[in-house]
T-cell receptor
Framework: EAGVAQSPRYKIIEKRQSVAFWCNPI?????LYWYQQILGQGPKLLIQ????????DSQLPKDRFSAERLKGVDSTLKIQPAKLEDSAVYLC???????????????FGQGTRLTVV | AQSVTQLDSQVPVFEEAPVELRCNYS??????LFWYVQYPNQGLQLLLK??????LVKGINGFEAEFNKSQTSFHLRKPSVHISDTAEYFC????????????FGQGTRLTINP
């Protein structure tokens, strides 16, 4: 079974530029998460989708970050314009979704390391 | 809302020695508890989880953890570590609601010295 795929693995941009990350979840997984992991910290949830609807985006800086999940499969996370403090690893995860824990165990991709200079 | 505190940011141990990584959580509702491992330049891999039942849970790579409700702790242990256990370890909690998003601690870097 293929895992969660993310691209690119690494990205370096200048501040005020825009950037986009892509995630392809495990086939059949209805729930998709984007996490931000700043160096030295644990991952922080940015946004959670159930199919193509948003479940939780309370910690997404909506003035510069946006995310979409068209057709309930792939997802893109965009930052525009980027700030120095956006330097982090962006992790995508997916789960089956639905009730009961076994449907919600999250599987993580390898992440995209963003450096803003 | 839930929160997780990992009491040690770094833990150095010698190979074949035992290790304990400490985790305390705070929540007003019942929770699930997890330990994840992150190797350099990799994503997170689930080590073990506590859902209900026996408070001692066993995971992959010889790790185990014990849930202590009265002390709100979920410490991770391994009786004998190997060089390959060098990694970052994250404790996480999620509540029993439908969303079940994970809240992570800040991580503990485990370094194994030969």
């Amino acid at each position: 079974e293929a895992g969660v795929a993310q691209s690119p693995r690494y990205k370096i941009i200048e501040k005020r530029q825009s950037v986009a990350f892509w995630c392809n979840p495990i086939s059949g997984h209805a729930t998709l998460y984007w996490y931000q992991q700043i160096l030295g910290q644990g991952p922080k949830l940015l946004i959670q989708f159930q199919n193509n609807g948003v479940v939780d985006d309370s910690q997404l800086p909506k003035d510069r970050f946006s995310a979409e999940r068209l057709k309930g499969v792939d997802s893109t996370l965009k930052i525009q314009p980027a700030k120095l403090e956006d330097s982090a690893v962006y992790l995508c995860a997916s789960s089956l979704g639905g009730t009961g824990y076994m449907n919600t165990e999250a599987f993580f991709g390898q992440g995209t390391r963003l450096t803003v200079v | 809302a839930q929160s997780v505190t990992q009491l040690d940011s770094q833990v150095p141990v010698f190979e074949e020695a035992p290790v304990e990584l400490r985790c305390n959580y705070s929540s007003s509702v019942s929770v699930y508890l997890f330990w994840y491992v992150q190797y350099p330049n990799q994503g997170l891999q689930l080590l073990l989880k506590y859902l209900s039942g026996s408070t001692l849970v066993k995971g992959i790579n010889g790790f185990e953890a014990e849930f202590n409700k009265s002390q709100t702790s979920f410490h991770l242990r391994k009786p004998s570590v190997h060089i390959s256990d060098t990694a970052e370890y994250f404790c996480a909690v999620s509540d029993w609601s439908g969303a079940q998003k994970l809240v992570f601690g800040q991580g503990t870097r485990l370094t194994i010295n030969p």
